[in-house]
């Protein structure tokens, strides 16, 4: 099972919280949802830390009244996706002497199976050309250092050992990998780079937009493999140190 839980919250006041916050914040929800954190070598939790506009200084964020911001919460596999679905955060979120009000929630609940089942078993027309948004500092480990651009073979190989590790079915190792990076490109972007602030350091990740293209010249089942990775970053985000925030992923989809 897979579960991406969205949370609607406003604050009734001008609120300050450290630019390191979401570590804590997380913290608090994983001891909620009554789970360790970090005991294992691929999360089964992608978290987006509070997302909307607010103010920003050196050390701190202002969150403002008169805007909404959304907290999210992606269950990888049965346990985490049981966990979050009975999550009840009530009527508000504290933390930090903080306080979100919470306005709504939003769940989406889908499967492996039906995710494989709809995008690739059931052979539908191919895509190829994905539209992705990465909403919060998106960066790859790579040999002790990291790397805050969207390479599209990073991307996919970050997807694929996700899914390998928690679906029932198997897509494929290093020659899917290979298949895929000899067939998509990166047609556009339009990114920056932005921090993300963690206890005692940061991790320098890219936001924005991005868009892949798969060569007419691939096989339209592997095209299709491609976009059930691509709409499987929705839940399991993208990158490193995604259960910390980091690689929130939105997906729009073109036929062109």
Request: charged residues 15%.
């Amino acid at each position: 099972m897979l579960i991406r839980s969205t949370w609607i919250l406003s604050v009734s006041e001008p609120t300050i919280l450290p630019r390191s916050y979401s570590l804590e914040l997380v913290k608090q929800l994983h001891q909620q949802l009554g789970l360790e954190m970090g005991n294992e070598a691929i999360p089964s939790i992608s978290y987006s830390g509070i997302i909307g506009s607010c103010s920003t200084s050196r050390d701190f964020f202002t969150f403002h009244p008169e805007e909404f911001y959304k907290l999210s919460l992606c269950g990888l596999q049965e346990v985490s996706t049981k966990t979050i679905s009975h999550l009840n955060l009530s009527d508000s979120l504290e933390f930090l002497g903080a306080k979100f009000n919470v306005i709504n929630r939003e769940d989406e609940i889908t499967s492996y199976e039906e995710l494989y089942t709809t995008l690739v078993a059931n052979e539908p027309e191919a895509i190829r050309r994905f539209e992705l948004q990465f909403i919060t500092p998106t960066a790859f480990s790579q040999g002790g250092t990291n790397l805050p651009l969207p390479v599209p073979n990073l991307m996919f190989h970050s997807w694929l050992e996700r899914w390998n590790n928690f679906a029932p079915v198997y897509l494929g190792g290093d020659e899917l990998i290979a298949y895929l990076s000899n067939a998509i490109l990166l047609k556009n972007h339009k990114i920056q780079t932005r921090s993300w602030q963690l206890h005692r350091g940061y991790v320098n990740g890219f936001v924005g937009d991005v868009t892949l293209h798969i060569f007419n010249r691939a096989d339209s089942l592997l095209a299709n493999v491609a976009n059930l990775l691509v709409q499987y970053a929705r839940f399991a985000g993208t990158g490193m140190k995604t259960r910390l925030g980091m690689g929130q992923t939105l997906i729009n989809i073109s036929s062109r």
